[in-house]
């Protein structure tokens, strides 16, 4: 017959971070990860000079009392961000001794308050254009009803917001399209080159009547690499669309393509394309934040010219799926450059078709 395993030696097998607690309340056995993440010598002394959190106390003093398992939040920081764990409190048997296993449930406690800011931001989103047309739509049905001016100026409004909305809906469809394609690498393989070329005579129109130049800095040769056309169409309509609209009456906006044999954060070949405009910039303190989910680094302005909050977001994810990056640089005063850096296969550069 075998010999039981001391406790010691079972929780230092243990992956995740545990120990065990003896009926007098002293710690008596616990892993390398345990000591990581309590930081401080704990091996003999009364668990709630270690524990200290009030729930995972009344959680280990409920199980060394007969009461059987139960589970307590624990809460730390590491390297400068909040962490939080689910600590199960188990009997061992009926030696007395108390388990407690920590797992980190940081991750999932993040999608999940990704999750509600999301249904709240959309909430937002819609509710002020709705409550705009339910206050026309009374206005209409009562005073205005025979103001012919009234009416057209609010009819007018209406469509605006209508469309607003509907622009609301389109994205954040697009985007459950994009996430949910996300892991799925493209195999076709397309030419950069014409893309950003069809890109840019769809947008002449939109650039002519904000009276912005655009200047296509382009290779002479194909650019061949994987990808989806339809999407990276979306991602320098999103940017170029952007620059037109942000960078000023008058100014131009130019898109610089480059091929690049190797390029740092890539780590082999890739193709550089780059959206400059001569805006008024971008405030540092806004950049890293630009990608999130409708965040706005001027929400009037960019709601007055249209913009959901999504676009970016949206790219975000396109380039993640073609393995490619968004670097964005500003300067306030002296416009902006967005970035996309997309890799290309190592023979021959992409360049050929």
């Given at each position: 017959?075998?010999?039981?395993?001391?406790?010691?030696?079972?929780?230092?097998?243990?992956?995740?971070?545990?120990?065990?607690?003896?009926?007098?309340?002293?710690?008596?056995?616990?892993?390398?990860?345990?000591?990581?993440?309590?930081?401080?010598?704990?091996?003999?002394?009364?668990?709630?000079?270690?524990?200290?959190?009030?729930?995972?106390?009344?959680?280990?003093?409920?199980?060394?009392?007969?009461?059987?398992?139960?589970?307590?939040?624990?809460?730390?920081?590491?390297?400068?961000?909040?962490?939080?764990?689910?600590?199960?409190?188990?009997?061992?048997?009926?030696?007395?001794?108390?388990?407690?296993?920590?797992?980190?449930?940081?991750?999932?406690?993040?999608?999940?308050?990704?999750?509600?800011?999301?249904?709240?931001?959309?909430?937002?989103?819609?509710?002020?254009?709705?409550?705009?047309?339910?206050?026309?739509?009374?206005?209409?049905?009562?005073?205005?009803?025979?103001?012919?001016?009234?009416?057209?100026?609010?009819?007018e409004i209406m469509q605006n917001e209508t469309e607003r909305m509907n622009r609301l809906v389109g994205d954040l469809l697009s985007l459950s399209r994009v996430e949910a394609?996300?892991?799925?690498?493209?195999?076709?393989?397309?030419?950069?080159?014409?893309?950003?070329?069809?890109?840019?005579?769809?947008?002449?129109?939109?650039?002519?009547?904000?009276?912005?130049?655009?200047r296509p800095l382009l290779p002479e040769v194909p650019v061949m690499l994987p990808a989806d056309a339809d999407q990276l169409m979306q991602v320098f309509t999103n940017l170029?669309?952007?620059?037109?609209?942000?960078?000023?009456?008058?100014?131009?906006?130019?898109?610089?393509?480059?091929?690049?044999?190797?390029?740092?954060?890539?780590?082999?070949?890739?193709?550089?394309?780059?959206?400059?405009?001569?805006?008024?910039?971008?405030?540092?303190?806004?950049?890293?934040?630009?990608?999130?989910?409708?965040?706005?680094?001027?929400?009037?302005?960019?709601?007055?010219?249209?913009?959901?909050?999504?676009?970016?977001?949206?790219?975000?994810?396109?380039?993640?799926?073609?393995?490619?990056?968004?670097?964005?640089?500003?300067?306030?005063?002296?416009?902006?450059?967005?970035?996309?850096?997309?890799?290309?296969?190592?023979?021959?550069?992409?360049?050929?078709?």
């Amino acid at each position: 017959m075998s010999t039981p395993l001391p406790v010691s030696e079972v929780i230092a097998a243990l992956p995740q971070p545990a120990l065990a607690i003896a009926g007098d309340e002293m710690i008596i056995a616990l892993n390398k990860a345990a000591q990581d993440l309590l930081g401080m010598p704990a091996q003999g002394r009364h668990f709630i000079t270690v524990l200290r959190q009030p729930s995972v106390v009344e959680a280990v003093e409920r199980c060394l009392s007969g009461a059987g398992p139960s589970t307590a939040a624990y809460l730390t920081r590491e390297s400068g961000n909040d962490v939080t764990y689910t600590v199960t409190v188990s009997p061992v048997g009926r030696t007395g001794i108390a388990l407690l296993s920590f797992q980190d449930i940081t991750a999932v406690t993040a999608a999940s308050q990704m999750r509600r800011d999301f249904v709240a931001n959309v909430s937002h989103e819609l509710r002020t254009p709705l409550t705009a047309l339910m206050g026309f739509i009374e206005t209409l049905r009562g005073p205005a009803r025979d103001d012919a001016s009234a009416r057209a100026r609010f009819l007018e409004i209406m469509q605006n917001e209508t469309e607003r909305m509907n622009r609301l809906v389109g994205d954040l469809l697009s985007l459950s399209r994009v996430e949910a394609d996300e892991r799925v690498r493209p195999t076709v393989r397309i030419d950069l080159r014409t893309l950003v070329t069809s890109t840019l005579r769809n947008l002449a129109p939109l650039a002519a009547e904000a009276n912005v130049t655009l200047r296509p800095l382009l290779p002479e040769v194909p650019v061949m690499l994987p990808a989806d056309a339809d999407q990276l169409m979306q991602v320098f309509t999103n940017l170029v669309e952007n620059a037109i609209k942000y960078g000023g009456n008058g100014k131009s906006v130019t898109i610089e393509m480059s091929v690049a044999p190797n390029i740092d954060t890539l780590r082999g070949p890739g193709v550089k394309i780059a959206v400059r405009d001569e805006g008024p910039g971008i405030d540092a303190q806004h950049i890293p934040r630009l990608t999130e989910r409708f965040y706005r680094a001027d929400s009037h302005r960019s709601r007055d010219l249209g913009g959901t909050g999504l676009g970016l977001a949206i790219v975000k994810h396109i380039l993640n799926r073609h393995r490619g990056r968004l670097r964005i640089a500003s300067t306030l005063g002296q416009g902006s450059e967005f970035s996309v850096i997309l890799p290309l296969e190592a023979e021959g550069a992409g360049n050929n078709p």
